[in-house]
C-alpha cells in the first residue's frame, strides 16, 4: 500500500513538472524579450511620422493632410497623452486608430482618442471578444466601438489611404497597413535586429511558422519607404531587411 501511495506521488510530481517546467521556461523567454525590446524615443522619426514610446513598446502617429491618424494606441491613455504633449500633438485630433492586433500593449491607451474611428483586423475579433485565449486562460480585453477591416481593404482617413494587410501569427488576425503608399506598419508581425527582419519571438507569438510566411508576403511589397515595429524601431532600408523572406 505504502508503495503504492509512493509511486502514486512520484507519478503526479513528474506530471507537475512536466507542465510547470515548460511554463517558466516560457516565461523566463518571455521576459527576456522584453528586456531586449528597443522601442524608439518620442520623437518624428521621419518627416511626418512621429514616434510614441510607452516603456517597451511605440505607436506610430502619421501626419495628413487632413489630420492625425494612429498605428496603435500604447498601453496607458494618460501616458500616451503625456507622450504627445512632448510632440506638440493632441490626440482629440486624432482622426482613427489603426490597431495592428488587439494585446494589450498595443489597444490598452485607446481611451486617449475619443474622436478617432478604431479599426482592427476582421480575424482579430475572435480575440477580444472571449472565444480565442491569447495563453493558456488568458484572455485580450473588449476594446469597445470599433471597424473590422478586412485583408487588403483601403481606408481613407485624414486624407491619407491606409490598406490592411493580413499578417497572422502573432495572432490570428493581426495586420499591417500601408500608409500613404511607402510607410508599412507591421506591429509585432516581425522584429529588427541590425536591420534585418526575423520572426517576432515564438515565445509570444501565438503561430510563428504562420508569422515566417505572414513575412514572405511582406517581402513581396514594392515602393516601401520606412517599415516600422511595435518593439524593434524602424528602418528605412525595407529591401534591405526583407532581403532573407525573399529567397
Ligand atoms: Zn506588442
Not at 516565461?27 to 527576456?32: F, S
Not at 485580450?140 to 481613407?156: A, F, L, S, Y
Request: one cysteine or more.
Amino acid at each position: 500500500m505504502k508503495k503504492t501511495v509512493k509511486r502514486v506521488l512520484v507519478i503526479a510530481g513528474l506530471v507537475l513538472a512536466a507542465a510547470v517546467i515548460p511554463l517558466v521556461i516560457r516565461i523566463a523567454t518571455v521576459v527576456r524579450t522584453m528586456h531586449a525590446m528597443t522601442s524608439i524615443e518620442t520623437s518624428e522619426v521621419v518627416p511626418d511620422v512621429f514616434a510614441v514610446r510607452e516603456r517597451y513598446v511605440n505607436l506610430f502617429l502619421v501626419r495628413g493632410p487632413s489630420g492625425v491618424i494612429a498605428f496603435d494606441a500604447g498601453i496607458n491613455p494618460d501616458s500616451v497623452r503625456n507622450q504627445m504633449k512632448k510632440l506638440g500633438l493632441d490626440p482629440v485630433d486624432v482622426r482613427a486608430v489603426f490597431l495592428t492586433h488587439g494585446d494589450a500593449d498595443h489597444a490598452g491607451g485607446l481611451a486617449a482618442f475619443p474622436n478617432a474611428a478604431v479599426y482592427l483586423g476582421d480575424q482579430e475579433e475572435q480575440m477580444i471578444d472571449g472565444r480565442t485565449a491569447r495563453f493558456l486562460f488568458i484572455r485580450n480585453k473588449p476594446i469597445g466601438n470599433h471597424g473590422r477591416i478586412r485583408d487588403n481593404e483601403t481606408v481613407e482617413a485624414a486624407g491619407l489611404k491606409v490598406t490592411a494587410i493580413h499578417t497572422p501569427g502573432h495572432t490570428p488576425g493581426a495586420v499591417c497597413y500601408l500608409a500613404d503608399g511607402g510607410l508599412l506598419f507591421t506591429g509585432d508581425t516581425m522584429r529588427l535586429t541590425n536591420g534585418k527582419a526575423g520572426i517576432f519571438s515564438r515565445a509570444i507569438n501565438m503561430d510563428s511558422k504562420t508569422q515566417e510566411k505572414s513575412l514572405r508576403r511582406l517581402a513581396g511589397l514594392t515602393g516601401v519607404r520606412a517599415v516600422f515595429t511595435g518593439h524593434f524601431g524602424y528602418t528605412e532600408d525595407f529591401e534591405g531587411a526583407m532581403a532573407e523572406f525573399r529567397k
